[in-house]
Each structure stands twice: as C-alpha cells, then as structure tokens.
C-alpha cells in the first residue's frame, strides 16, 4: 500500500510545482512532522520553497525573503478567501445556509469575504473610530491600573488586562466576555483551533472546543438579542454584525462568525503585550531608554492550495536582520544613521499584502500604551529576583508563550491621578511596508 500511495504522489506532483518533503508517510508525514515540532519544522528546512503533500490539499511554503513580494503581487491567484470560507464552516461552524452566502464568490470584490473585511476595516482603519477604540481601551487599562494588584502572574495578568480592554472597547459595556464563563471557553476555543480547522474528527478530537464554541455563541446571541450594539459598541462590532444580517445571515450564525473572530482581536496581543513588558523590566538598560522616551513630550511623525510564508522563519533570517538576528535589540527597528536597514519585507508580525491584518494599528497602540502607563506608574520586579521564563512554547497564535509563570510585585512609582490622552489623533503608525503607502479614508 505504501508503495501505491508514493507512485500516487509521484504522478499527481507537476515537475513546476515546488519539491515535495516529508513524503516518507504519504500525505500524513509532513502533518506528523509539523505537529511534532512546530514551527522549528519549518526553521531547519533550507530551501527557498517546497511542498507539503497534506491528504487532500498542497501546502506550499515560503522561506526566501526575496519570493515574497512576488507573491504578494498575485492577489487573485493567491487568495486568503477560500482558506476563509474553510475557517467559516469548519472553525467557526456556520449553518449550510449561512455558508452558502460567506462562501459566495469567495476571490471576487463583492464577495463576502472581501466586503467583511472591507466593514472590519472601516471599524479599525486610523481615522476618527481607530481613534474612539484606542481611547476607550487605554482608559480602561488605565482605570484597571488604579487599582492593581501588588503581586501578579504577570503572562496572565497582562493577558487578562488586555482581553477585557480590548473586547470591552469593541463590544461596549455589555461586553459578552465580562462573563468569566465566556473568558474560560476562549482559551478551550483557541487550543481546538488547528484541529476545528483541519476539519478531522472534531467531535472526537475537539470535544471542549466544541463546547466551548457554543458558549460563546451563545453570549453573543445574549449580546445582541439585549441591544448590546446600541450601548456604546464599536463601529467594528456594529459593521460585522450589520452587513452580515442585511445579507440573509441568520443572526446565529452571526453569533457563531464573532465568536470565532474573537480569537483574532486577542489571540495575538495578549502574548505580545507579555513580551512587551518582559524584555523592557527584564533588561536594565531597555527599562531606562524606555521609561525616558515615555517621559518626553510627543513630537514624531494557486486553486485548492495554500502558499504559506512562515513568520518564524522571516524573523529568524541572517539574510533579512544581520547575523545578530537571534539578539533582543529593543531599537532594532529605530531609523538610525549609519545603521544598516532591514528588509522590510521580512517582517511578518501582521502578514502583508493582500493578508495584512486590519487590527495591526489598533492592536500595536493599545499594547505600547500598556507598556507606557505601566512604566511610568510602576517598577516590576520578579519575586525570585530571576527573569526566566524557563524557554517557551508555540502556540496556535503567531506568537510565543512562556513555559511558565514569571512571580512579579507591582511596585507603584507615586500616587497621582494619572489621565492619558493621545497626541496625533487620526494618524496612522507606518507599522509595515504598507502604512508608508497606503492612503486611509474615514467610513
């Protein structure tokens, strides 16, 4: 049988179409592989791009920086869409007649799938409701702040902080994840991620997850059937729930497409709000540079496969980042004279292209803000007196997490009243290669 599934291969592989690796199990080798060793998988391989033979789809993956741009120029043949109407029925568990609206058309401009993200962009976009969210946000943070516990696990603390201001900024004060059911089901929901998606065996293999899923369904379906998007919720709330239901989604289904997008307004910040914090209080001289700069008056300006370019990959490449790129350098990507530039290409915290992720903006402003209420209201010394984390490890989101719990007190700094407020309101932060070009208009 063996022998038959590797002639299978042979046959079915163009001689245009990347090498194929990991074929020694046919089709279920390189799934081993990958979830054996995450994303070190993909960091050993040196080519510049190969195949994955997945049972009943291609995997192309992208290691050489200089391909990227190329790819990203193919915006139809290369398309998220399909793999979104995937993560629509599969992740998110939408109904048959719900699908048949989502998945319509899925490459096209009036497809769901592009007019979706056009409504979530009109919400997240810099401009007067980027604004609003990020006002929000920080004064919740803020507010949280007054009232701080003096010793925290500080990966979950941050996390929770984060969470709660995030999706209370988005969803108003009828936020569903104020329930502690809801924030419980997230993290069952977010571990069955990869498994819901592959669509293989769910009910077996992602039993919590399922269950999970329906609670926060559930908490929206609550959410919106007590006019909770009338009580001071986003324009992004409003818009993915507005343009869906004028198209004939039924409103569960709706509840179940958020529940699902949950995982992307957080699943990310949380874990780089950690790291954030960690290598500014971990390092002596970072907290100083740091806490200097937050002082200072604000005064700057293919069909049926997946190509996959690996973040992890991008952001371990000597070719992109110097021979130093294994070094925390917290000014690394401060312009400087003298200084040799990094491929900007390469760097893939939010994607890029056609893929880049709408919520970089709102995203990287609430994360520095944290860090800079949090330096100059408070000192965070770890417990033990040590900083490890004890290595870290991979998780369904695009970041890191550490192995283990780092003890810290908060220390407060003084005792006045702090308010935040924002200086350049509307401007956008030149976050990617795109932001340097790209012109934002108001929804």
Same mark, same amino acid.
């Given at each position: 049988?063996?022998?038959?599934?590797?002639?299978?291969?042979?046959?079915?592989?163009?001689?245009?179409?990347?090498?194929?690796?990991?074929?020694?199990?046919?089709?279920?080798?390189?799934?081993?592989?990958?979830?054996?060793?995450?994303?070190?998988?993909? $960091?050993?391989?040196?080519?510049?791009?190969?195949?994955?033979?997945?049972?009943?789809?291609?995997?192309?993956?992208?290691?050489?920086?200089?391909?990227?741009?190329?790819?990203?120029?193919?915006?139809?043949?290369?398309?998220?869409?399909? &793999?979104?109407?995937?993560?629509?029925?599969?992740?998110?568990?939408?109904?048959?007649?719900?699908?048949?609206? =989502?998945?319509?058309?899925?490459?096209?401009?009036?497809?769901?799938?592009?007019?979706?993200?056009?409504?979530?962009?009109?919400?997240?976009?810099?401009?007067?409701?980027?604004?609003?969210?990020?006002?929000?946000?920080?004064?919740?943070?803020?507010?949280?702040?007054?009232?701080?516990?003096?010793?925290?696990?500080?990966?979950?603390?941050?996390?929770?902080?984060? =969470? =709660?201001?995030?999706?209370?900024?988005?969803?108003?004060?009828?936020?569903?994840?104020?329930?502690?059911?809801?924030?419980?089901?997230?993290?069952?929901?977010?571990?069955?991620?990869?498994?819901?998606?592959?669509?293989?065996?769910?009910?077996?293999?992602? $039993?919590?997850?399922?269950?999970?899923?329906?609670? &926060?369904?559930?908490?929206?379906?609550?959410?919106?059937?007590?006019?909770?998007?009338?009580?001071?919720?986003?324009?992004?709330?409003?818009?993915?729930?507005?343009?869906?239901?004028?198209? @004939?989604?039924?409103?569960?289904?709706?509840?179940?497409?958020?529940?699902?997008?949950?995982?992307?307004?957080?699943?990310?910040?949380?874990?780089?709000?950690?790291?954030?914090?960690?290598?500014?209080?971990?390092?002596?001289?970072?907290?100083?540079?740091?806490?200097?700069?937050?002082?200072?008056?604000?005064?700057?300006?293919? @069909?049926?496969?997946?190509?996959?370019?690996?973040?992890?990959?991008?952001?371990?490449?000597?070719?992109?980042?110097?021979?130093?790129?294994?070094?925390?350098?917290?000014?690394?990507? &401060?312009?400087?004279?003298?200084?040799?530039?990094?491929?900007?290409?390469?760097?893939?915290?939010? @994607?890029?292209?056609?893929?880049?992720?709408?919520?970089?903006?709102?995203?990287?402003?609430?994360?520095?803000?944290?860090?800079?209420? &949090?330096?100059?209201?408070? /000192?965070?010394?770890?417990?033990?007196?040590?900083?490890?984390?004890?290595?870290?490890?991979?998780?369904?989101?695009?970041?890191?997490?550490?192995?283990?719990?780092? /003890?810290?007190?908060?220390?407060?700094?003084?005792?006045?009243?702090?308010?935040?407020?924002?200086?350049?309101?509307?401007?956008?932060?030149?976050?990617?290669?795109?932001?340097?070009?790209?012109?934002?208009?108001?929804?």
């Amino acid at each position: 049988m063996m022998h038959i599934d590797l002639a299978v291969l042979a046959f079915t592989q163009d001689k245009r179409e990347p090498l194929s690796v990991e074929d020694w199990i046919p089709f279920l080798s390189p799934v081993i592989a990958m979830g054996s060793k995450g994303a070190k998988f993909h $960091k050993r391989m040196r080519l510049a791009i190969y195949t994955l033979r997945l049972p009943g789809s291609r995997l192309y993956i992208v290691n050489d920086t200089s391909l990227i741009p190329v790819l990203q120029r193919q915006v139809r043949t290369l398309s998220i869409s399909p &793999i979104m109407v995937r993560i629509f029925s599969h992740f998110m568990g939408v109904s048959r007649p719900a699908l048949d609206i =989502m998945g319509r058309d899925p490459v096209e401009d009036h497809g769901f799938v592009h007019e979706i993200t056009l409504e979530t962009v009109k919400g997240l976009a810099p401009g007067l409701n980027l604004d609003d969210l990020n006002s929000k946000a920080v004064s919740i943070l803020n507010a949280s702040l007054e009232h701080a516990p003096s010793r925290v696990k500080i990966f979950q603390w941050a996390s929770h902080e984060i =969470m =709660m201001a995030t999706t209370s900024a988005v969803y108003g004060p009828q936020n569903p994840f104020n329930d502690p059911a809801v924030r419980a089901a997230y993290y069952k929901l977010e571990g069955g991620l990869l498994t819901l998606v592959t669509g293989f065996l769910p009910s077996l293999l992602a $039993k919590e997850a399922l269950k999970a899923r329906r609670v &926060i369904t559930e908490a929206f379906l609550k959410y919106y059937a007590e006019n909770g998007l009338g009580n001071g919720a986003s324009v992004y709330a409003r818009n993915r729930y507005h343009y869906p239901i004028s198209l @004939g989604v039924p409103v569960e289904d709706v509840a179940r497409m958020e529940a699902g997008g949950s995982l992307g307004l957080i699943s990310n910040t949380m874990p780089a709000t950690f790291w954030t914090l960690y290598h500014i209080f971990s390092d002596p001289v970072v907290l100083k540079d740091c806490r200097e700069e937050v002082k200072r008056p604000s005064a700057r300006e293919r @069909g049926g496969s997946t190509v996959l370019i690996r973040s992890t990959v991008q952001h371990s490449s000597p070719t992109a980042w110097s021979q130093d790129v294994d070094e925390f350098h917290h000014d690394r990507f &401060i312009k400087q004279a003298n200084k040799a530039k990094n491929n900007p290409v390469a760097f893939r915290a939010f @994607g890029g292209g056609a893929t880049l992720c709408p919520g970089r903006h709102f995203a990287s402003t609430e994360i520095l803000a944290f860090a800079s209420i &949090i330096l100059l209201r408070f /000192d965070i010394k770890p417990v033990t007196g040590s900083w490890s984390t004890e290595f870290y490890k991979e998780t369904n989101a695009a970041f890191r997490v550490p192995n283990c719990e780092i /003890d810290v007190q908060l220390i407060p700094r003084d005792t006045r009243k702090w308010h935040m407020f924002f200086s350049e309101p509307g401007k956008p932060m030149e976050i990617s290669t795109e932001d340097t070009s790209l012109a934002f208009k108001e929804a």
